[in-house]
């Protein structure tokens, strides 16, 4: 099946709010401030509720908030921005997906999990010259097209699938284009960019398995490294957790050590306490 | 005359308890002597899980580690020594001594270090925390007496407490014993 058919049967596949992908278009513009953000969050009763929640739990320091430019003033444009965007996506990402063996939320806190390692990746890098906040939603977003490969893998796709995970020693990308034609990182791309999401983004979530690392690492290196992580540190979930494929070349071009990798993952490890928090506002 | 009717058995039920879990979390450890109990870990990726049991006095413990080296972090160290193999390891040993375990009888037991499809081994954390046990182990004279490390698919670890058995389950298979 073409990555357009299949996208053509996601159709009740929704967009985020349109505040997030308001949000993520202001993204692109550094000059954006806070007064933008809280005027998309103000048209947003929801969402600014949740946040004003998430603000004011013992998580996030226990902070008495009352207003949502008090939440910019106190957090942080890009914690908030952060926040927004991680609740704007939640339930697109959280529902069970059978086929890839995956309970509710399982991929969305999978998802949140790269996305906040995007961050600690980040702090090491600076030379990449990458916005924080674009490699946070690449990394929210980078596994979105699982959602979509979920609806047309039967029973007997998922065995062929598991067969040549377990006994050919394939990673999931392999088998996802050998079994159901596409996979999910070009079915994603292709979905993010239908939504209008950043051709930076786009770019990453398509390349997250087969990352740009030349003349220097570009943004789907740094969701490659991202992915791996969430993956090793999470509960392993689902049956293709470890049926990745690392990039050889990954670490030389991010210049880093073992032990920078074992920091990276004990980062990882600390950063589910978040995850957990923000799962359960969403 | 009615025919006897035939007395019908008494009733009667022999029950046990179902076997309580005692779970422990990633980075975490519990030795116990409640042989009514079992030890479980779940979801072992990369991390390795450490069992010892003493039979005589049927008590054990269960370590999931996560990284090798606590060396990282001072403060992770001492914080949550059970995170990391080379802090947690010797602490699982000494809270089986504390409840009445002696090392010469120690069943030793470990699994996980699952990894990625990577021939070049750049991301082997989990070839790293097997090895940082077998490396303890021989340090101190112990002879694991059983070891299941490797391959891309994650275990869950459960330990009966009241025969020191370890079934490891996969997705990909029935439980069975190691």
């Known amino acids: ?282 | 005359m009615t025919p006897k009717s035939k007395p019908s058995a008494p009733k009667q039920w022999v029950a046990s308890a179902p076997k309580k879990n005692l779970v422990v979390g990633m980075g975490e450890m519990i030795a116990s002597s409640d042989n009514q109990a079992s030890l479980v870990t779940y979801s072992l990726g990369s991390c390795v899980g450490v069992v010892v049991y003493d039979p005589v006095v049927r008590i054990g413990g269960m370590l999931h580690a996560m990284l090798p080296d606590s060396t990282i972090s001072d403060e992770r160290a001492k914080s949550r020594p059970f995170m990391f193999v080379d802090t947690g390891l010797p602490a699982l040993f000494h809270a089986v001594y504390a409840l009445g375990g002696l090392k010469h009888r120690l069943i030793v037991k470990y699994a996980g270090g699952a990894h990625f499809l990577d021939q070049n081994r750049i991301f082997n954390i989990g070839e790293l925390n097997s090895a940082a046990v077998a490396s303890i182990l021989a340090r101190n004279g112990v002879t694991p007496h059983a070891v299941e490390c490797g391959g891309s698919e994650g275990r869950t670890l459960r330990m009966d407490l009241s025969t020191g058995n370890l079934t490891v389950e996969m997705s990909s298979q029935k439980p069975r014993l190691l």
């Open chain 1, 1 to 282: 099946m073409s990555t357009e058919e299949l996208i053509a049967k996601a159709g009740h596949l929704k967009p985020p709010a349109s505040t997030v992908t308001r949000l993520i278009e202001l993204l692109s513009n550094i000059e954006s401030c806070n007064s933008e953000l809280l005027f998309l969050l103000e048209h947003d009763a929801i969402l600014s509720a949740k946040i004003l929640g998430l603000c004011n739990s013992a998580a996030m320091g226990g902070h008495c908030i009352e207003s949502l430019d008090q939440a910019i003033l106190r957090l942080g444009y890009q914690s908030i921005y952060k926040l927004v965007l991680s609740l704007g996506f939640g339930s697109t990402l959280s529902p069970k997906l059978d086929g890839y063996q995956f309970h509710a939320s399982a991929l969305w806190q999978h998802s949140l999990l790269a996305a906040i390692v995007t961050s600690p990746i980040l702090e090491r890098q600076a030379s990449l010259d990458l916005n924080p906040s674009i490699a946070y939603t690449a990394g929210l977003v980078h596994d979105i097209g699982k959602v979509v490969l979920n609806q047309v893998m039967d029973e007997a796709k998922l065995v062929r699938i598991r067969e040549m995970l377990s006994r050919d020693h394939c990673a999931l990308l392999e088998a996802e284009r050998a079994v159901i034609g596409s996979d999910h990182a070009e079915t994603g791309a292709y979905l993010l960019r239908s939504w209008g999401l950043p051709g930076s983004i786009v770019e990453a979530v398509a390349h997250h398995h087969s990352p740009v690392l030349s003349p220097k690492p570009q943004l789907s290196a740094v969701i490659h490294l991202a992915d791996l992580l969430a993956h090793n540190a999470g509960p392993a979930p689902g049956m293709a957790s470890y049926s990745v494929r690392p990039h050889p070349e990954v670490y030389s071009a991010m210049h880093l050590t073992s032990q920078d990798v074992q920091r990276l993952i004990l980062a990882t490890i600390e950063a589910q306490t978040f995850v957990e928090v923000i799962a359960t506002a969403s």
